[in-house]
């Protein structure tokens, strides 16, 4: 309730805006202006913001929702309000096709591919004759409700608002989910995503649809605002502008896609209108000044405007409320009797002409905890992406619960039950630890992207998030719940990847360097707990380089050196092993 009053708020102010006694009519023009920037930046809000997908090429997506609406109302006479659902299925379908090439993309090519694609569909706007060619379409109908024809500015003015406070209220709703968090995490990379069986393709295809269709939703009403189209407001240069007005209000905060257009949007009509007066109408000076106006913005606000007015007002985030009832449904405990959890048989990786993982055998039995110990550089993280699938091995054989994995992608042997962490850690800086570690759980939710936009998920969602409580209450951090990942220590963002691997109720749980930056009592707590693991039914395999930790914990411990296994026994027996001190301590020790 919490979080729909602001929104309930907002939504009555912009009601009664037109109303307000002498308003004049070009406020209303400008706040029309806002509207329609609005919805676009709250597309990239999500695209790029929070997805970590820049797009220059959105001004297209707008050009097809506008393009839609004018050929079937003009050409073959359709009400407006039926080419609405077409005019959003056009742009998502064309988001379709140019999504599944332009996502793929990463670094500098994802932008410089929207720019690519965006000046093309520009041009085909600019040259079909159907289109109107650069003249556009004119003489479109305007919107009608009964008798009521929105032929003037403030009678539109409320189909706008009423889809930017909708839109809104629908991408809140989207990343406070399961789905939402699931594009979070592709910001920190794709390893850590799939590790908890988030399937980052879908997942970034998901968001590019979304910001298209919001963008063919503000293209639909600039068509029946305007009512006339051409090419020049979908051009390159309005999609740079779309993505200036997310970045200037703040990329990953929906109200700072509002606030972001009504920056842009009013002060480059101040700078249209009194510029030319000032230096008597010669040259382009507004865009020049209005290009350094925006620096200077970014200058004084790096993240945006609607953060740097958030931590100015003192507003604290809502806290979720978490109902400790809840339970997650467990991971049905596999029947191991005859075989290991874990079986590694010769498996080899090579890259080029190194050879990372030289012939490796061993394997994990139900409630035991292995060690995976050996000097830097001697293969043991790359072992473990190997069994978690971020690598495929060269040859060998691994099977988990006696299902071949050695070519699974990571979702796939996440669904085993296998869980981990990452020698580098790999949290979301800007989420909280409760919102961290539910990501943990995302396979064992349910809920989709159309359920979480209408709120239809709130009970899968409670169930998440006491599900992630439990585990930060498990690993000791409750005090640290609600704060960001980002601002805590090293050790203590080590402890929350482990209650996010935790989350996922794993049979076998992979634990790479868990001790690195822990104080001794933390260890010794690290230690309590792997132990309550094990005796719960848990394996674990950890690779450690604090010896004391590991000969006091570990079961049995497997060494490698260069890639190839020279050991392998129990703690007592790896510390008198000579090829084990050699490996440690050199030939002469």
């Given at each position: 309730m919490r979080q729909r009053l602001p929104v309930l708020l907002f939504a009555l102010v912009m009601a009664a805006v037109p109303f307000v006694p002498g308003m004049p009519p070009f406020w209303i023009v400008l706040l029309d202006n806002i509207g329609l920037s609005a919805l676009v930046a709250m597309g990239l809000v999500l695209l790029t913001g929070v997805g970590g997908l820049t797009s220059f090429g959105q001004a297209a997506f707008c050009g097809f929702g506008a393009y839609t609406t004018a050929v079937l109302t003009t050409a073959y006479g359709l009400s407006p309000w039926l080419t609405l659902p077409l005019s959003l299925l056009v742009s998502g379908l064309f988001a379709v096709a140019l999504g599944l090439i332009t996502v793929r993309l990463s670094g500098h090519y994802l932008p410089l591919g929207t720019i690519a694609w965006g000046l093309g569909l520009f041009y085909l706007f600019s040259k079909l004759e159907f289109l109107g060619r650069n003249d556009g379409i004119s003489s479109?109908?305007?919107?009608?409700?009964?008798?009521?024809?929105?032929?003037?500015?403030?009678?539109?003015?409320?189909?706008?608002?009423?889809?930017?406070?909708?839109?809104?209220?629908?991408?809140?709703?989207?990343?406070?989910?399961?789905?939402?968090?699931?594009?979070?995490?592709?910001?920190?990379?794709?390893?850590?995503?799939?590790?908890?069986?988030?399937?980052?393709?879908?997942?970034?295809?998901?968001?590019?649809?979304?910001?298209?269709?919001?963008?063919?939703?503000?293209?639909?009403?600039?068509?029946?605002?305007?009512?006339?189209?051409?090419?020049?407001?979908?051009?390159?240069?309005?999609?740079?502008?779309?993505?200036?007005?997310?970045?200037?209000?703040?990329?990953?905060?929906?109200?700072?896609?509002?606030?972001?257009?009504?920056?842009?949007?009013?002060?480059?009509?101040?700078?249209?209108?009194?510029?030319?007066?000032?230096?008597?109408?010669?040259?382009?000076?507004?865009?020049?000044?209005?290009?350094?106006?925006?620096?200077?913005?970014?200058?004084?606000?790096?993240s945006g405007a609607w953060p740097w007015l958030i931590r100015r007002l003192s507003v604290k985030p809502d806290r979720k409320a978490i109902d400790a009832a809840l339970v997650l449904p467990p991971r049905e405990r596999p029947d191991t009797a005859g075989g290991a959890l874990l079986r590694i048989e010769h498996a080899k990786k090579q890259f080029g002409g190194v050879v990372a993982v030289?012939?490796?055998?061993?394997?994990?039995?139900?409630?035991?905890?292995?060690?995976?110990?050996?000097?830097?550089?001697?293969?043991?993280?790359?072992?473990?992406?190997?069994?978690?699938?971020?690598?495929?091995?060269?040859?060998?054989?691994?099977?988990?619960?006696?299902?071949?994995?050695?070519?699974?992608?990571?979702?796939?042997?996440?669904?085993?039950?296998?869980?981990?962490?990452?020698?580098?850690?790999?949290?979301?800086?800007?989420?909280?630890?409760l919102e961290n570690v539910a990501i943990g759980a995302h396979l064992r939710g349910h809920s989709g992207a159309i359920a979480s936009m209408l709120r239809l998920d709130r009970g899968d969602e409670a169930k998440l998030l006491a599900e992630a409580a439990r585990q930060i209450e498990r690993v000791g951090l409750v005090a640290q719940a609600h704060m960001l990942a980002g601002s805590l220590s090293l050790g203590q963002q080590r402890v929350v990847e482990i209650a996010r691997a935790l989350c996922a109720d794993p049979v076998l749980l992979l634990l790479d360097e868990p001790a690195a930056g822990l104080r001794h009592m933390e260890k010794q707590r690290l230690a309590a707990l792997l132990r309550e693991l094990r005796d719960g039914g848990m394996s674990v395999l950890l690779v450690e380089h604090d010896m004391g930790f590991v000969m006091n914990l570990a079961d049995r411990v497997v060494v490698l050196d260069f890639g190839t296994k020279i050991a392998e026994g129990t703690p007592e027996a790896i510390k008198a092993n000579p090829d084990v001190i050699r490996a440690y301590l050199g030939a002469v020790a």
């Open positions: 479109i109908p305007p919107l009608e409700i009964g008798s009521l024809k929105m032929l003037e500015p403030d009678t539109i003015y409320f189909a706008i608002w009423t889809a930017v406070i909708v839109s809104a209220w629908l991408t809140m709703n989207l990343l406070d989910s399961r789905t939402g968090r699931a594009i979070r995490a592709l910001r920190r990379g794709h390893v850590a995503a799939e590790a908890f069986g988030i399937r980052p393709p879908r997942a970034k295809l998901l968001v590019f649809i979304y910001a298209a269709v919001l963008a063919g939703l503000s293209g639909w009403l600039y068509a029946h605002f305007e009512r006339a189209v051409n090419p020049t407001p979908f051009g390159a240069q309005a999609g740079i502008e779309y993505l200036f007005v997310a970045v200037i209000g703040g990329a990953g905060y929906v109200w700072g896609g509002v606030l972001g257009a009504a920056i842009v949007v009013i002060l480059k009509e101040i700078l249209q209108s009194y510029l030319p007066y000032l230096f008597h109408g010669e040259g382009q000076l507004e865009t020049i000044v209005f290009g350094m106006l925006l620096v200077l913005l970014l200058q004084l606000a790096p030289n012939d490796v055998s061993f394997g994990v039995d139900a409630r035991e905890i292995v060690a995976l110990i050996g000097p830097n550089g001697a293969g043991k993280s790359t072992t473990f992406n190997l069994i978690t699938g971020v690598l495929s091995a060269s040859s060998g054989a691994i099977s988990v619960l006696g299902k071949a994995v050695d070519n699974a992608t990571p979702q796939e042997v996440t669904r085993l039950g296998v869980s981990r962490t990452f020698q580098h850690v790999k949290l979301i800086a800007d989420m909280t630890v």
